[in-house]
C-alpha cells in the first residue's frame, strides 16, 4: 500500500437513545452539543469535513440531502469533504470510514463524523416497510422479508445443525442488557432482561423472542477524527485506527449460502486483522453488531473466538463477559442500547475511545484494554464492516 | 379480485379472511415489482408466471443460472441471457413466521410463513412467501411447490404452498 498517513479517534459523544420525542434534526443537534461538550478545545472552525451516516432518512424523516442538514444543525461550515454516508444498519461506520480515508490520504486534517437515526414514527407499519427496502425489495421484501424473519432462519439453522438452545441466545441478551444498565444513554437502562424473563417474552418471528432482537430507535452519535499531527489539540489517549476489513458477496437472499457461515465475515476479519497486523487473540474487546441475539453468536464464530458451532456454549460460559476470553459489547449492544442505523456504528466507536480512556463506569470497563474490533453487519449480513483500534497515550 | 376497478373502495370484511384494499399504494410504499414492459425489460417472467410457469435467466456462454432474473450475466457480462423454466417442486431448508412487525398492506395476514426453498434439481434456493400450513406444522425438509398468485390491481407474483 502506498503511503498513508495514520488517523487518530480523538474523542466522541451519543445522544440519549431511544424512543426520542425529537425529529432528526433535533438528534443532530443534540449529537453536535454532545461532541462539543467531551472535547472542550474542539473549535468548531477546525472541523474540514463532516461525514453523515443516515440509513434511510428518506423514509423515515422524509429528507434527502441530510449532509448540510447535519452541518448545519451542528454548527458546522465544512470546506473540504461533505457527504452523507448510507450502508443500511452500517451507515454509521461507513461515515468513520470515509472519515479514516480522507484524513489517511491527506484530503482531510480534522473530520467529524456523525450518525443520525430517527425510526420511531406515528405508524410504525410504515416504519417496518421501510425496514422491508433494506432487503432486495420487490423479490424479497415483497414476500414480508424484514430483518427478523431473515435472522430467525439463521437461529432455526443453527439451532439445527449445532445444538444451540434458546438459553444460549438468552444469555447474549441478558449479558448486553445488564451492561446497558451501566449505560445512561441506552434505550433499555433501568430495564432488568434476566434470561429467564426474556425467555418468557413474546414470540416475534419463531425462534426469536421480543428480547432476541434489538430494536426500532431514535438517536444518534457524534466522534472527532483528526490526522497525527493534530491528536495531541483534543486528547492524551487517542485511539488510534491500525486497520479495517470489509466485505460483501451478495445482495438477493437466494445467494446467500450458507445462513450459519459467514463467508463475508471471515473474509473481512481476515483483511482487518492482516491491515492491523493483530491477530483475534490479541483483542481485549470487540463491538459486534448483535442486531438480534443469534447474530452474536455467528460473529464469534466467524470472528474465530470459538470453534464453528461452539458460539452458543461461548456466551453461555462467560467467555465473552468481564473476566472471559474478551468483553463483547460493554456498551450493552445493539440489544440493550437500541440501534438506531446511521448511529449505531460511531455509538461503537465511542465505547472504545471511552475503554480506553478508562471514562466508562466500573461496572462495564475492560481492564486496561489495548485493541478493540468494531464490527457491523448490514442488510441481512450481506455486507461485514469492521474497524481495528489501538490505545495510544 | 382481478379486473377491479382501480380507485374502488375496499369491499369491507366478509367472513373469513379480510379483503386487501383494492387500490394500488403509493409506489413508495409498494412492495411488489412494476411488471409491465414499460418499466422492466424482465416482464417476460410476470407474463410466463401468469401462465404457471417459473422462469428465470441463464447465461448461454457460461449456463450459469440467476436469480432473481437479469439483463446482464454477472460474471461475464454478456447481455445475451436467455430465458429457461425452472422446477416449481422443492425443499425448505429454512423458515419463519411474522408474528409481529408486519410491514404496511401486510399487517391483516399476521401471523404468514415465509422460507427459503432449494429448488428441486437445480442449484436455486429461492425466499417466498409459504402457504398452507400454520408455521407450527412446517417442517425443515418439508416439500413445496411455487405458485402464482394474483395481487389485487392485476399484477401477478409467486409464492410457496405446502404439499397435502
Not at chain 2, 122 to 130: A, E, K, M, Q, Y
Not at chain 2, 138 to 144: Q, Y
Request: hydrophobic share 40%; glycine share 8%; with cysteine.
Amino acid at each position: 500500500m502506498s503511503e498513508r498517513r495514520e488517523v487518530a479517534l480523538v474523542g466522541g459523544a451519543t445522544t440519549r437513545f431511544g424512543l426520542r420525542a425529537a425529529t432528526w434534526p433535533e438528534l443532530a443537534q443534540e449529537a453536535g452539543a454532545a461532541l462539543f461538550r467531551a472535547i472542550p478545545a474542539l473549535q468548531s472552525a477546525e472541523v474540514d469535513s463532516l461525514f453523515v451516516g443516515a440509513a434511510e432518512p428518506e423514509r423515515f424523516a422524509f429528507q434527502s440531502h441530510v449532509a448540510p442538514l447535519a452541518a448545519e444543525q451542528m454548527g458546522l461550515t465544512p470546506r473540504r469533504i461533505l457527504q452523507r454516508t448510507e450502508l443500511a444498519c452500517a451507515s454509521g461506520q461507513s461515515a468513520i470510514r470515509s472519515a479514516y480515508a480522507a484524513i489517511a490520504s491527506g484530503l482531510s486534517d480534522i473530520a467529524v463524523a456523525v450518525g443520525v437515526e430517527k425510526m420511531n414514527l406515528p405508524s410504525m407499519a410504515e416504519a417496518n416497510t421501510s425496514m422491508a427496502c433494506v432487503m432486495d425489495r420487490p423479490w424479497d421484501g415483497a414476500h414480508g422479508a424484514t430483518a427478523p424473519p431473515f435472522f430467525a432462519m439463521v437461529a432455526q439453522r443453527h439451532m439445527h445443525e449445532h445444538g444451540t438452545t434458546a438459553e444460549q441466545m438468552a444469555a447474549v441478551s441478558a449479558k448486553n442488557h445488564r451492561f446497558a444498565n451501566t449505560n445512561p444513554n441506552a434505550q433499555f437502562h433501568e430495564k432488568v432482561f434476566s434470561k429467564e424473563k426474556l425467555l418468557r417474552l413474546p414470540l416475534v418471528a419463531p425462534p426469536l423472542r421480543l428480547g432476541d432482537c434489538s430494536s426500532m430507535t431514535d438517536g444518534a452519535a457524534a466522534v472527532l477524527l483528526t490526522a497525527a499531527e493534530f491528536a495531541g489539540r483534543y486528547t492524551d489517549t487517542p485511539a488510534w485506527i491500525r486497520g479495517s476489513g470489509q466485505y460483501s458477496d451478495f445482495h438477493n437472499l437466494a445467494n446467500a449460502g450458507s445462513l450459519t457461515e459467514w463467508a463475508g465475515m471471515r473474509r473481512a476479519a481476515e483483511e482487518a486483522f492482516r491491515s492491523a497486523r493483530i491477530t483475534v487473540n490479541d483483542l481485549d474487546l470487540a463491538e459486534l453488531h448483535d442486531c438480534f441475539s443469534i447474530s452474536e453468536i455467528v460473529e464469534y464464530e466467524a470472528l474465530g473466538l470459538c470453534p464453528k458451532g461452539a458460539g452458543g456454549a461461548f456466551a453461555a460460559d462467560g467467555s465473552s463477559d468481564l473476566g472471559g476470553k474478551i468483553v463483547v459489547n460493554p456498551r450493552g449492544g445493539l440489544l440493550g442500547c437500541g440501534h438506531p442505523l446511521g448511529a449505531t456504528g460511531v455509538a461503537q466507536a465511542v465505547e472504545v475511545f471511552d475503554q480506553f480512556a478508562h471514562r466508562v463506569p466500573p461496572a462495564r470497563q475492560v481492564p486496561d484494554p489495548n485493541w478493540a474490533l468494531v464490527h457491523n453487519l448490514s442488510g441481512s449480513a450481506n455486507v461485514h464492516s469492521m474497524m481495528v483500534y489501538q490505545r495510544g497515550g | 379480485m382481478a379486473g377491479a376497478t382501480p380507485g374502488a373502495q375496499s369491499a369491507g370484511r366478509s367472513p373469513g379472511p379480510p379483503e386487501p384494499p383494492n387500490e394500488r399504494p403509493p409506489f413508495l410504499l409498494d412492495f411488489f415489482p412494476l411488471e409491465d414492459a414499460t418499466q422492466t425489460r424482465l416482464s417476460r417472467f410476470f407474463d410466463e408466471l401468469r401462465l404457471g410457469r417459473l422462469m428465470t435467466t441463464r447465461c448461454p456462454k457460461d449456463q450459469s443460472l440467476s436469480w432473481p432474473p437479469r439483463v446482464v450475466c454477472p460474471s461475464c457480462h454478456s447481455e445475451e441471457m436467455e430465458w429457461v423454466e425452472l422446477p416449481k417442486g422443492g425443499s425448505v431448508y429454512a423458515f419463519s413466521a411474522v408474528l409481529a412487525g408486519a410491514p404496511l398492506g401486510m399487517e391483516s395476514e399476521v401471523p404468514f410463513v415465509v422460507g427459503l426453498v432449494d429448488l428441486d434439481g437445480v442449484p436455486l434456493r429461492l425466499f417466498g412467501r409459504i402457504v398452507g400450513k400454520s408455521w407450527e406444522a412446517c417442517r425443515l425438509g418439508m416439500s413445496v411447490a411455487a405458485e402464482p398468485f394474483e395481487l389485487p390491481d392485476g399484477r401477478v407474483f409467486y409464492r410457496f404452498r405446502t404439499e397435502p
